[in-house]
């Protein structure tokens, strides 16, 4: 292990990136925790072998209480493309093959999660759905409390791999449905 100084959560993964010599990767960050003990026997005893693995993420508070699923629905099918509607699975809910993983790009401090993913999903020839809850991802992390840079950050992400006119396509539904989400739950 290191301890070291880093420039950034992104910079400390890539560290961690440099170090893995598993057969995948799955970051789970500061406060957050693996869904349940048989979690990963669930994923890769009868899941066969794939790039990828996705599945829900279940958000919970400071004292580990179930606050309720994440604002945006995981997919059924995950593609590259299905993130022109968001970050519709948890940076923590994804197991990657560790022969498909990139460097994150250290010059999004918010968002580095976002672009890494689309990277990672447009390399994967298989991607399958656990149908699981995989993890539990601790309300308030650091994209949160940095909200209005974190989405012009993603917005950028998004104009780069999708275009400036599907961005904006997509970002009417997706600002409706936050603003919705936000009334309706109280919480973003």
């Known amino acids: 292990w290191i301890s070291e100084p880093d420039k950034g959560l992104y910079d400390a993964m890539n560290k961690g990136l440099r170090m893995a010599t598993g057969d995948y990767v799955w970051f789970i960050n500061a406060g957050d925790e693996i869904f349940a003990k048989n979690t990963l026997l669930e994923i890769f005893e009868n899941k066969g ?21 994440r604002r945006l629905k995981t997919p059924a099918t995950l593609t590259w493309k299905s993130l022109k509607k968001g ?33 990672v999903l447009k390399q994967a020839n298989s991607i399958v759905n656990t149908n699981l809850f995989i993890a539990r991802f601790l309300d308030g992390g650091l994209t949160k409390k ?11 992400i998004m104009c780069k791999h999708y275009g400036l006119l599907s961005t904006l396509w997509h970002h009417i539904p997706i600002g409706v449905k936050f603003l919705f989400f936000v009334f309706r739950y109280r919480r973003y």
Do not use: C
Not at 90 to 106: E, G
Not at 146 to 156: C, D, M, Y
């Open 146 to 156: 940095n909200i209005i840079p974190g989405l012009k950050e993603r917005f950028r």
């Open 49 to 69: 072998i794939a790039d990828v693995y996705y599945g829900e993420t279940m958000i919970v508070d400071e004292d580990g209480r179930e606050i309720g699923r």
């Open 87 to 119: 970050m519709l699975v948890s940076h923590q809910a994804i197991i990657v093959k560790n022969k498909l993983v990139l460097p994150y790009d250290v010059t999004y401090r918010f968002s580095a999660d976002f672009n890494w993913v689309i990277q």
